[in-house]
C-alpha cells in the first residue's frame, strides 16, 4: 500500500491556537483567537445568537449597520478579538464561576461560531486567577 504523505506547514501561530480557539468569562466577554476571528471573516461586529434548548452562543459574523450588531474589539496585542455580551449573562442567568475555554467549538454551514456551554471547561488561567482571588479575601 503506498503511503499519501501530507506535509504540515510550519507557520506564525503557535499550535494551540491554530484552530478555533474561544474562551468567555463571568462577565461575558467573549474572546476569540486572531486565527479563529479570520476563520469568520473577519467581521467588524457579530450577532449574538442564544439557544436556550440546547444552552448554546451563536455568534454570527455580520456588520455594524445591522440591528442588534455587537462590535468586535482588540483584546490583546497577539489579535485577539472580544465581543462583550454581558446582556447575554444577565438575560438568561448564565453564571460562570471563572473563564471557560469552548474545547468543541465549531462554524456550522451558515458560518455561525457556536458555542456549547455544556460541554465549556475551566480554562486553566481563569482557574488559577480565581485561586488567587480566593487565597487573598
Same mark, same amino acid.
Given at each position: 500500500?503506498?503511503?499519501?504523505?501530507?506535509?504540515?506547514?510550519?507557520?506564525?501561530?503557535?499550535?494551540?491556537?491554530?484552530?478555533?480557539?474561544?474562551?468567555? @468569562? /463571568?462577565?461575558?466577554?467573549? *474572546?476569540?483567537?486572531?486565527?479563529?476571528?479570520? #476563520?469568520?471573516? %473577519?467581521?467588524?461586529?457579530?450577532?449574538?445568537?442564544?439557544?436556550?434548548?440546547?444552552?448554546?452562543?451563536?455568534?454570527?459574523?455580520?456588520?455594524?449597520?445591522?440591528? @442588534? /450588531?455587537?462590535?468586535?474589539? *482588540?483584546?490583546?496585542?497577539?489579535?485577539?478579538? #472580544?465581543?462583550? %455580551?454581558?446582556?447575554?449573562?444577565?438575560?438568561?442567568?448564565?453564571?460562570?464561576?471563572?473563564?471557560?475555554?469552548?474545547?468543541?467549538?465549531?462554524?456550522?454551514?451558515?458560518?455561525?461560531?457556536?458555542?456549547?456551554?455544556?460541554?465549556?471547561?475551566?480554562?486553566?488561567?481563569?482557574? %488559577?486567577?480565581?485561586?488567587?482571588?480566593?487565597?487573598?479575601?
Amino acid at each position: 500500500m503506498k503511503a499519501e504523505w501530507l506535509e504540515i506547514k510550519r507557520g506564525d501561530v503557535l499550535p494551540q491556537y491554530a484552530g478555533i480557539y474561544v474562551t468567555m @468569562n /463571568a462577565a461575558g466577554h467573549v *474572546v476569540l483567537s486572531r486565527v479563529t476571528y479570520e #476563520m469568520l471573516g %473577519a467581521p467588524e461586529a457579530f450577532g449574538l445568537l442564544y439557544d436556550r434548548v440546547n444552552n448554546r452562543i451563536g455568534l454570527k459574523p455580520t456588520h455594524m449597520s445591522m440591528k @442588534n /450588531a455587537y462590535p468586535v474589539r *482588540v483584546s490583546n496585542k497577539s489579535g485577539a478579538k #472580544m465581543i462583550k %455580551a454581558y446582556r447575554l449573562i444577565s438575560e438568561h442567568r448564565i453564571k460562570l464561576p471563572h473563564t471557560v475555554k469552548f474545547e468543541d467549538a465549531e462554524i456550522d454551514e451558515d458560518g455561525i461560531l457556536v458555542l456549547d456551554l455544556r460541554t465549556a471547561v475551566a480554562c486553566r488561567r481563569g482557574l %488559577a486567577r480565581a485561586r488567587r482571588n480566593t487565597s487573598v479575601n
